[in-house]
């Protein structure tokens, strides 16, 4: 723990215990999300071990949920390809699930341990890892501050710092340096993000864009594909895509608004798909059919929404249209990820309230692939405009594809700031006998 730690008289307890994380809003506290818990591997949660640690170096990667998890893959992959072994923890089921489709065998996966003393102490105990590598805004004072103790260096990668955290942070001056300095490295999604970093007492900081522009597009079922393709026939479509609440209703309002022109089929996407039913009894209500995936519904000529209400299947909403407005942008604050629509293909709309995606949204923006629409009659207007006019439609799709392949790069830049810390465990994992190196 650091000498600027103790002279608080802080200890890594009453941290968990009582401080908030302004990174990511939240209070350090049991973090086990209702619902999103797999009771049979909640030891893990407190440390415990449910897979054998293999000889030789070892990474440690954090992801928190499933855009991170993700986004951290083709590094992953990269690690992997210089025989260091990897640990990915996560936080939820559903990115439990994709480690194991996208990775298999390539990464032990474990569920974080809860950011209190003894879980981390276990889990670091067994696993030891050379290095922590953590995506994006986790930092939980219990971890670092035990990382740091043990000299292990921690890396923050694809960083992101928004508005409101960056405020939060600066009202704990001493407390945010106090956990910054124990970084040996913050890799910055950009320019500001990287500013406020070293505001905060990171050092040494860069800067490498966005890692979820060097993702993969996201995968779907091309069978399920097909068979909604003929269902929706020759109709219009566009989708509302990982909406917050009172998004639902904007894109219901913005549907009704047009139908009698357009016969659109409108494809609503909740980012927390556990809010269907509430969703679907509110749509209802206001005299739409809604047809559900989680029911395999036909997707009839007399059906208005089409509830995306799964995980994991953004790939398959997506294709299905190329219009996509990207939710908790509108009515909530933070936006969402808009580079999954621009790469698979989508004009892209948004409210104005994007700040955790400014970077990628002023580059879209700037290249005339994403509007940005004030209010839900400014919404309907350019959905309508976009679903009757082609050659604006194609032209913001080829802008915003463009636009993502100029912005990728950030895996090779990332890579080159982690060789001072991967290239020694390199040579050690290859100097190992194989026999050893595959235990």
Sequence with gaps: MSSRMARFGLNAYRLAGTVASPVVGLYITYRTAKGKEDRARRLERFGYPSANRPQGPLIWFHAASVGETNAVIPLIREIRRRDIHVILTTGTITSAKLAAERLGQEAIHQYVPLDLKPSVSRFLDYWQPDCA?????????????????????????????????????????????????????????????????????????????????????????????????????????WAAISTFDGEENAAAIVHRALRERDRQLTIIVPRHPERSDEIEAALVKQGLKVARRTRDDVLSADVDIFLGDTIGEMGLYLRLTEIAFVGRSLFAEGGQNPLEPAMLGCAILSGGHVQNFRDAYQKLARSGSARMVRDTEMLAKGVHYLLINDDARRNMIEAGITAVHEMRGALTATVKGLEPYINPLTVKARLLPKAVAQV
């Design 133 to 237: 590598i953590i995506a994006e805004s986790e930092i939980w004072p219990a971890t670092v501050l035990e990382l740091g103790r043990r000299r292990i260096p921690q890396i923050l990668i694809n960083a992101r710092m928004s508005d409101r955290s960056f405020a939060r942070w600066r009202r704990r001056p001493a407390i945010a340096e106090a956990l910054f300095e124990n970084l040996a490295l913050v890799i910055a999604q950009s320019d500001v993000d990287a500013e406020r970093f070293r505001d905060l007492g990171a050092v040494p900081v860069i800067t490498s864009g966005n890692l979820k522009v060097d993702t993969d597009a996201p995968p779907y079922d091309s069978a399920v594909f097909a068979r909604y393709k003929k269902q929706i026939g020759e109709r219009k479509t």
